[in-house]
């Protein structure tokens, strides 16, 4: 069976195992900090923690993650470049492209950002290819108090993200079907996304619909109702989370002591 990263909870894995909210909570916390460290060394353990979780607890295959973190690394990608041709300040040329100075400071402020996005997306994925969206709701209504009004509509949204690559493939051959080419070149990219997009829109929309419609219907309210399933908090939940907290905070340490923790001092370049 091929998995893709929505799918990729049906396989049987300690991270699996986790309760959600656990889970969500530790990658939070994770990000938070991610999103206040400028140095390399530490951006890459917490990259390199994230993946170890992800491949070896998580059980997560390589092609799996490797096609989910394609997005990042544009986003990543994005961020080098713009800050390596672009710097705020003028800083110590690396070499000159016609008109453009590349600097040192802006490269190792881009690279910053670039890991920064590539953090993000190892533990947002380690989060979404481990966790069943249903255990992820009743998570959120039993350890949270999140309203179940709020969690269902949320799982019945999430439920529909696997289907729209699908429908994609459906849009595509039907395009096929009646003889409309795909042209080349950027002109043929725009009309593309244009005719793919507007009837995946459509579709989204309608079904976001009939599912507003079935809750009123039904009178759904979430409140004074039972629960098949219930999810409490066990010793393998304080054992995840102590790793992901104490392996965090051993990066952190190695870190400081070696001389290359650099922090949010409140600015955005340094």
Known sequence: ???????????????????????????????????????????????????VLVLGVGRVHPVVLGRAMVPFLIFGFGFLWMNAL?????????????????????????????????????WSLLFVATTEPTSFVLSLVQQLRVPPKLAYSALAAYRYLPSLQIELEQIRGAHRLRGVGESGGLQGRIQRVYRYTVPLLAGALRRASRVAAAMEARGF?????????????TWWDALYLITVLGGTAAIVWMSWRSGSLRVWTGRLWE
């Open 86 to 122: 672009l710097p705020r300040t003028a800083g110590t040329p690396l070499f000159t492209v016609g008109p453009v100075v590349v600097s040192w400071e802006g490269v190792r402020n881009g690279v910053s950002f670039a890991l920064r996005a590539i953090a993000f997306g190892v």
């Open 221 to 233: 309210s979430g409140t004074g109702r039972s629960w098949y399933r219930w999810h409490r908090l």
């Open 1 to 51: 069976m091929r998995y893709t990263v929505f799918e990729n909870y049906e396989k049987s894995s300690p991270l699996a195992a986790v309760n959600p909210s656990v889970k969500l909570i530790a990658s939070v916390v994770v990000m938070l900090f991610v999103s206040v460290v400028f140095d390399h060394h530490t951006l890459a353990a917490v990259i390199a923690l994230g993946a």
